[in-house]
């Protein structure tokens, strides 16, 4: 079985952190002229540096993680297209002032679920492996493991896209699963009862509470 902290490991430890706390974690940030594997290397690098030097073991030391996370990573992700991959087909009805809040929920539920989730990482750590594609293509998926000490390693892969002022992640695949496409059932049922807006009240209603998602444990071979 994937382990709920080797999934925090491939999804927020892999790619969603680095630190600003000192100067050398900080010169390992992602620079905006990297290719798609030295970018998740580079991002991966740090927040493992990171979370040995600082590990989150209550909530103010989660909320610094999350401080760290939009001050210095979300630049490198693309919320909007993984808020609507999330959403789904409803996305496409949705206004620009909707989106805008859809994705902002969404943004905030996703700092707080896998931020929380790092109270439980241990040692895992990402091994890459050898890449197919070439940065030139349009849609880049970098492929990695997770390894622990006596469990079998899990797969990962990183999705990107280059937008012409750099690479950006979409989503992360761990064991067969997406990150925004397993919201993607919850959220259409919220929309078929309340429609775009209470799918918008139902997440601020979430992050007002400071709840969060369970982190998905997907078996062994699970395809999602």
Known sequence: ????????????GGVVLTSASGGLLFAAAPKTGDDPVALVQRLSDAVLAYLKA????????REALVAFVEANVLPFFDMPRMTALAVGPAWRQAT???????TEEFKKLLLRTYSNAAKAYKDETLEFLPQRGGANDPVVRV????????????EVQYVLQNRGDGWRIFDVV???????????GSFAAEINRGGIDGLIRTLAEKNAKGETDPVP???KGSHG
């Open 174 to 184: 761990i064991a067969g699963v997406s990150l925004v496409t397993n919201y993607r």
């Open 1 to 12: 079985m994937v382990t709920r902290r080797a999934f925090f490991c491939g999804i927020l």
């Open 54 to 61: 600082h590990p989150v073991t209550d909530e103010p030391s």
């Open 143 to 154: 492929a990695a493991r997770i390894v622990r000490a006596g469990s079998e390693p899990i």
């Open 96 to 102: 620009p002032e909707q989106r805008a809040q859809l």
């Open 217 to 219: 444990v997907p078996e």
